[in-house]
């Protein structure tokens, strides 16, 4: 059964910083792993959708990458501001079945100014 | 916009009412589904489909029953709320394995 694990559970960091949020899988037979933001009750968005073939993607100041064989995946996100501050989800869609994603418990990011 | 409609957005629900929450999608995306979001658990899958007309069960699917009779549209339905069915409810759908989902606002349910 696929297990996907977040570290930290929580981050608090000072505006300008670069940081990175971690993410682990136990199962490397994935399609793919998509990291979400999500903001106090609101839905999720999606950031950024890596491939299992491909080994990072970048969107402005984010960048995922993906090491399947080692079941990580980190979110670097640089020159942080305080708009930032969300929780951040990752999740992975398995192979088999209905192909659904399995989520991590998230990370609680806060910017502080 | 394009993308992934719940209804409603909050509800409260007496323990043993019913009540189906609608999510519709206008990307004409096969897959769909159905996930509950709890502190402390994370978001768990309940029902979702694959295309139209079909349905299966997710992790936790107790207490929930589902419909796609048009590829648009994807219903949970409860038949008799109870209060461990107070959650935060995401629809979410994908076009195929090969793509991301898209997720919706979410329905907050209290059940009483």
């Known amino acids: 059964k696929q297990e996907v694990t977040q570290i930290p559970a929580a981050l608090s960091v000072p505006e300008g910083e670069n940081l990175v949020l971690n993410c682990s899988f136990t199962?490397?037979?994935?399609?793919?792993l998509q990291w979400f933001r999500q903001d106090p009750g609101k839905g999720l968005t999606s950031l950024l959708l890596i491939q299992s073939s491909q080994r990072e993607q970048t969107s402005g100041r984010l960048n995922a990458s993906l090491d399947k064989s080692s079941g990580r995946s980190t979110l670097y996100i640089a020159a942080s501001q305080p708009g930032d501050s969300a929780t951040y989800l990752c999740?992975?869609?398995?192979?088999?079945?209905?192909?659904?994603?399995?989520f991590g418990q998230g990370t609680r990011l806060t910017i502080n100014p | 916009n394009a993308g992934v409609t719940q209804t409603p957005k909050f509800r409260v629900l007496k323990t043993g009412q019913s009540m189906t929450l609608l999510c519709a999608q206008d990307?004409?995306?096969?897959?769909m589904y159905w996930y509950r979001q709890d502190p402390g658990m994370g978001l768990r899958l309940i029902h979702y489909?694959?295309?139209?007309?079909?349905?299966a069960k997710g992790e936790v699917p107790d207490g929930y029953n589902v419909s796609r009779l048009k590829k648009q549209n994807f219903l949970l339905g409860l038949e008799s709320a109870a209060p461990s069915q107070t959650s935060v409810y995401f629809c979410?759908?994908?076009?195929?394995?090969?793509?991301?989902?898209?997720f919706g606002s979410g329905t907050r349910l209290t059940v009483v």
């Open positions: 979410a759908s994908s076009y195929d394995g090969q793509y991301g989902y898209t």
């Open positions: 999740a992975v869609r398995v192979l088999q079945g209905a192909q659904k994603l399995v």
């Open positions: 990307m004409n995306h096969e897959y």
């Open positions: 199962d490397s037979a994935i399609y793919n």
């Open positions: 489909s694959v295309g139209e007309g079909t349905t």
